[in-house]
C-alpha cells in the first residue's frame, strides 16, 4: 500500500463519529404521563374522530412497547385497555403504503440532520376527500433516557395547524 493510502487508512480509521452517526435509541416500555401532556382534543376533532373517542383519549392509560431494530428500523407496539396495535417504522426508506380502514394511509420516517430525534410523517386521504390530513411525529429523548417527549404537529384538511406535546416516562 502507497504511504497516502496508508496514512488516509489509518485517518478514516482514527475519525471520531459524529452526532449523526450516533443516534438515541428508544427501546423499553413507556407510559404516557397524561399529567404532563397536551390534550389531543383538537387534533382528534380535526381528524373527524367521535366526541367518545376525544373523550377516552384523555383518560386512557396508553404504554408504548418499543424495540429499536437498528438504525434503520423501530417497532412501536401501543397498548391501550381495549387493543394493541403493533407498527414497524422503516427510518430512511421513503414513503411507504400502510393498511387502513380510514383512507389512503403512507408514512415515512427519518432522523433529524442531527441524528438526535426520530420523525414520523404520515399522510391520511380520507376515502372521500383530496386533500390528506398530514402529521408529523418527532421522538426525542430527555433526562438520561428516562423520557421521551413526542411532538406532534398536525396540518388539516382545512389547512390549521395544530401541535401538541405527548410525556412518556420509561417503566
Known amino acids: 500500500m502507497n504511504p497516502i493510502a496508508l496514512l488516509a487508512a489509518v485517518l478514516l480509521?482514527?475519525?471520531?463519529?459524529?452526532?449523526?452517526?450516533?443516534?438515541?435509541?428508544?427501546?423499553?416500555?413507556?407510559?404516557?404521563?397524561?399529567?404532563?401532556?397536551?390534550?389531543?382534543?383538537?387534533?382528534?376533532?380535526?381528524?373527524?374522530?367521535?366526541?367518545?373517542?376525544?373523550?377516552?383519549?384523555?383518560?386512557?392509560?396508553?404504554?408504548?412497547?418499543?424495540?429499536?431494530?437498528?438504525?434503520?428500523?423501530?417497532?412501536?407496539?401501543?397498548?391501550?385497555?381495549?387493543?394493541?396495535n403493533c407498527d414497524v417504522l422503516k427510518i430512511g426508506a421513503g414513503w411507504e403504503e400502510k393498511k387502513s380502514d380510514k383512507g389512503k394511509v403512507r408514512v415515512k420516517s427519518e432522523w433529524s440532520a442531527d441524528g438526535q430525534a426520530l420523525v414520523t410523517f404520515t399522510e391520511?386521504?380520507?376515502?372521500?376527500?383530496?386533500?390528506?390530513?398530514?402529521?408529523?411525529?418527532?421522538r426525542t429523548l430527555q433526562d438520561d433516557g428516562k423520557t421521551t417527549v413526542q411532538l406532534l404537529e398536525l396540518k388539516g384538511k382545512d389547512g390549521k395547524q395544530l401541535k401538541a406535546r405527548r410525556i412518556l416516562r420509561k417503566q
Open 13 to 84: 480509521q482514527a475519525t471520531p463519529s459524529t452526532a449523526a452517526d450516533v443516534h438515541p435509541d428508544f427501546t423499553g416500555t413507556w407510559k404516557l404521563d397524561l399529567a404532563a401532556s397536551d390534550s389531543l382534543d383538537e387534533m382528534l376533532k380535526a381528524q373527524d374522530a367521535p366526541w367518545f373517542a376525544r373523550k377516552a383519549a384523555g383518560t386512557v392509560v396508553v404504554t408504548q412497547k418499543i424495540k429499536q431494530k437498528a438504525p434503520e428500523a423501530l417497532e412501536v407496539c401501543v397498548e391501550t385497555p381495549v387493543a394493541t
Open 124 to 138: 391520511t386521504t380520507p376515502a372521500k376527500e383530496q386533500t390528506p390530513i398530514e402529521l408529523r411525529l418527532t
